[in-house]
């Protein structure tokens, strides 16, 4: 390695940590994991990834592990990728390490990037932190990846179900983009792009940043498609009721002062027939992973308490607007009672 060789820091070794690291290293750059005493076992051996767009099986190292956030004072990296979802930022242990990260990092150069979903994410993070608004964005992989293990998802015929078997994680790019970042700070989404490339990894790309955080709201289709049972999207009849009730809250969230115009603009031009023909789209791309099978995996578990903080949050910023939105609070209902 050479002295330009960009240096990451990814903060969570889950699903999209381990991912983000796999194609960072294949790109040439330096990689520190940030994680748990108890995830350090696992990463002291070489991780399994298969893809299954390839239908191969890959195994990669070469990146460095801590895990105390203390640590991060002594560190220089050019990048810091913080994978951790909104609930655990946000808990006690959560809002330590972001006062760790505004110590190490507050008047350097470091950028952070933020690949936590939720509403106001990046605002909360730098008045935490102390970071400069310049140092902070969100973004977040361009993949739809889970553990294979855990997850046990259903096996297309097309899929070496042995390879698939011997991996630690499976993933599959929804599009060219390996990574996006939104334009909130665009010196850091110019640099930060640069970095992201090389050895034919997919490459980063750039997306307004109101264009970014109007799609937390695709979350509520999603969870419509829950109360439906999770079944094939093209059984699925754009008048049903259920799903009507969730492209109406969709529409309430984007509604939302916090999106602005972009979300007004969004609101207008979401529509029952729109949104599914979007997800089919999605479930093409996605094979030969299942799509529903992955929705209905990933969107379990603490996913699912994780999915109604997010709704809840929403409601009660339209309740401090005083908006009144009838289809968000149905669809919560229906949500605790399944």
Do not use: C
């Amino acid at each position: 390695m050479t002295d330009n060789t960009p240096s990451f820091g990814i903060v969570g070794a889950g699903s999209v940590g381990v991912n983000t690291a796999y194609d960072l290293i294949r790109a040439g750059a330096k990689v520190t994991f940030l994680v748990r005493p108890h995830r350090q076992e696992q990463l002291a051996r070489p991780q399994a990834m298969f893809s299954y767009a390839t239908n191969t099986l890959d195994r990669f190292s070469g990146y460095d592990v801590i895990t105390d956030a203390a640590e991060l004072a002594s560190q220089r990296f050019d990048f810091l990728i913080v994978t951790l979802d909104n609930a655990s930022l946000r808990a006690e242990a959560g809002l330590k390490l972001v006062k760790e990260i505004g110590r190490a990092f507050r008047g350097t150069n470091t950028g952070v990037i933020l690949g936590a979903v939720g509403i106001g994410v990046r605002s909360w993070f730098i008045a935490e932190s102390g970071l400069s608004e310049e140092q902070v964005a969100m973004g977040n992989t361009g993949a739809l990846i889970h553990e294979v293990a855990a997850a046990g998802l259903p096996v297309d015929p097309s899929v070496d179900a042995d390879l698939l078997a011997q991996a630690d994680y499976a993933f599959k790019h929804l599009g060219p983009a390996g990574f996006t970042i939104d334009d909130s700070s665009p010196k850091l989404a110019e640099a930060f792009t640069a970095a992201y490339s090389g050895n034919g990894i997919p490459a980063a790309a750039i997306m307004p940043a109101a264009e970014m955080a109007i799609g937390v709201a695709i979350l509520t289709p999603i969870l419509a498609w829950e109360l439906l049972g999770w079944q094939p999207l093209d059984t699925i009849d754009a008048s049903h009721e259920a799903w009507q009730l969730g492209v109406a809250a969709t529409r309430e969230i984007q509604r939302l002062s916090v999106f602005g115009p972009t979300g007004q603009a969004a609101a207008e031009q979401t529509t029952p027939e729109g949104l599914l023909e979007m997800f089919r789209q999605l479930t093409q791309l996605s094979k030969p992973l299942d799509f529903a099978a992955f929705n209905a995996y990933h969107h379990g578990g603490k996913v699912h308490q994780q999915d109604l903080d997010f709704l809840d949050d929403a409601r009660s910023r339209a309740d401090a607007e005083g908006t009144d939105v009838p289809a968000l609070r149905e669809l919560i209902s229906r949500l605790r009672e399944a």
